[in-house]
């Protein structure tokens, strides 16, 4: 495999549904690419949902879970490369339907020393409501992304291509729903910080080790972006992540490390060990057709 594929979700087994198909009609990449789906401890439908998807699936599929406790998305991310194989990944979530030629323009936009991402389209809830399996399959649901939007995302990646032509710190911005990098660049800042529990700032944490391990950012924008499906917030949405802890704990770190402590390799601070989780009582539950 070429490229892992890690989608988070947490019981939205529709919005799921609707990112995998997404995934079965993609252009030219048959063979190249593997799919994990981490959940973060959903309690519906969602993961007898994937059993049955997994067994039909064109792509090897395998998922994982673990007991809920608040929003864990990062935790959530680094299992997921955990289960996983493919050299390069591709992170986005399961309330996103890619474009037919998303893993295509990702694979070609490979570049040792860059991690590749941008944003995503977003659609409102009257048009998320009439999508569904067959419109992804037999349809172009790009078409679908209004206007005004289509025109905000074109106008934000000309901004992300002048960002990186100045060499702006942190710009352009990486987005959770659309990050790709090299597994041993991922491996090197041990993934995303766990101490993010909560809606945001996951990924800019991560975009800033990546940013002191070297690392350039590339946008994507203006090639390929996911289509967001609307959905209510998550509880712990907080616009510019104002009064949160996550916000608190990502200012608090002045000198944040490049290697997060507690990441893909836990690491005891006190004895200076790294440490694993114990399979029998801590690892995820990694699951397969």
Same mark, same amino acid.
């Given at each position: #495999?070429?490229?892992?594929?890690?989608?988070?979700?947490?019981?939205?087994?529709?919005?799921?549904? =609707?990112?995998?198909?997404?995934? @079965?009609?993609?252009?030219?990449?048959?063979?190249?690419?593997?799919?994990?789906?981490?959940?973060?401890?959903?309690?519906?439908?969602?993961?007898?949902?994937?059993?049955?998807?997994?067994?039909? *699936?064109?792509?090897?599929?395998?998922?994982?879970?673990?007991?809920?406790?608040?929003?864990?998305?990062?935790?959530?991310?680094?299992?997921?490369?955990? $289960?996983?194989?493919?050299?390069?990944?591709?992170?986005?979530?399961?309330?996103?339907?890619?474009?037919?030629?998303? &893993?295509?323009?990702?694979?070609? $936009?490979?570049?040792?020393?860059?991690?590749?991402?941008?944003?995503? *389209?977003?659609?409102?809830?009257?048009?998320? %409501?009439?999508?569904?399996?067959?419109?992804?399959?037999?349809?172009?649901?790009?078409?679908?992304?209004?206007?005004?939007?289509?025109?905000?995302?074109?106008?934000?990646?000309?901004? /992300?291509? $002048?960002?990186?032509?100045?060499?702006?710190? #942190? =710009?352009?911005?990486?987005?959770?729903?659309?990050? *790709?990098?090299?597994?041993?660049?991922?491996?090197?800042?041990?993934?995303?910080?766990?101490?993010?529990?909560?809606?945001?700032?996951?990924?800019?944490?991560?975009?800033?080790?990546?940013?002191?391990?070297?690392?350039?950012?590339?946008?994507? &924008?203006?090639?390929?972006?996911?289509?967001?499906?609307?959905?209510?917030?998550?509880?712990?949405? /907080?616009?510019?992540?104002?009064?949160?802890?996550?916000?608190?704990?990502?200012?608090?770190?002045?000198?944040?490390?490049?290697?997060?402590?507690?990441?893909?390799?836990?690491?005891?601070?006190?004895?200076?060990?790294?440490?694993?989780?114990?399979? @029998?009582? @801590?690892?995820?539950?990694?699951? %397969? @057709?």
């Amino acid at each position: #495999m070429d490229i892992a594929v890690i989608i988070s979700t947490f019981e939205r087994p529709r919005h799921l549904e =609707r990112c995998l198909a997404s995934l @079965a009609v993609q252009d030219d990449v048959a063979g190249r690419f593997e799919v994990v789906v981490t959940d973060d401890g959903s309690r519906d439908e969602t993961l007898p949902l994937l059993a049955t998807l997994a067994r039909h *699936a064109t792509f090897p599929l395998t998922f994982t879970t673990h007991e809920h406790g608040g929003f864990r998305l990062a935790r959530c991310r680094n299992e997921g490369v955990a $289960a996983s194989t493919a050299p390069y990944l591709l992170f986005t979530d399961g309330d996103c339907i890619l474009p037919r030629d998303h &893993l295509r323009q990702h694979l070609a $936009a490979r570049r040792r020393g860059w991690v590749v991402g941008s944003d995503c *389209a977003r659609l409102d809830e009257a048009t998320s %409501a009439r999508i569904d399996v067959d419109t992804i399959v037999h349809g172009d649901v790009t078409r679908l992304v209004h206007r005004s939007e289509a025109q905000r995302m074109w106008l934000k990646g000309l901004r /992300a291509k $002048a960002y990186q032509w100045a060499h702006v710190p #942190m =710009r352009p911005r990486l987005s959770g729903n659309n990050i *790709a990098l090299w597994r041993d660049d991922y491996e090197r800042i041990n993934g995303f910080d766990e101490q993010f529990v909560g809606w945001g700032l996951e990924d800019r944490d991560l975009q800033y080790r990546l940013e002191r391990l070297g690392l350039r950012v590339n946008s994507i &924008l203006l090639k390929t972006a996911p289509i967001h499906l609307w959905h209510p917030p998550a509880p712990s949405f /907080a616009r510019n992540n104002v009064g949160t802890q996550n916000l608190d704990y990502f200012k608090a770190l002045h000198a944040r490390p490049m290697r997060c402590i507690d990441g893909l390799v836990k690491l005891d601070e006190r004895q200076g060990t790294i440490t694993f989780p114990d399979p @029998a009582t @801590a690892a995820p539950r990694r699951q %397969a @057709a």
